[in-house]
């Protein structure tokens, strides 16, 4: 997948992620940043755990899913 198909699907289901009390994300090595979370996210009041598995991937910047961690005030 492409940055811009994900920031789409990130854009259309993140009204339904609110719910969400456990997020995990798996990234490959894709030679892509963080920063397809670049439009404003909804609170993620429930989300208590997010998991980020990182796999093949070097000298890459998490700078770009601080909106994300902003955004769940319970982690």
């Avoid at 990130?10 to 963080?34: A, K, N």
């Amino acid at each position: 997948m492409t940055q811009a198909v994900i920031s789409e699907l990130v854009h259309t289901f993140t009204t339904y992620f609110t719910r969400l009390r456990t997020l995990s994300l798996e990234f490959g090595h894709m030679g892509m940043d963080f920063y397809f979370l670049d439009h404003a996210l909804p609170k993620f009041n429930n989300l208590k755990v997010l998991v980020l598995k990182l796999s093949g991937m070097e000298d890459v910047s998490l700078l770009g899913i601080t909106q994300l961690i902003e955004a769940s005030p319970y982690l």
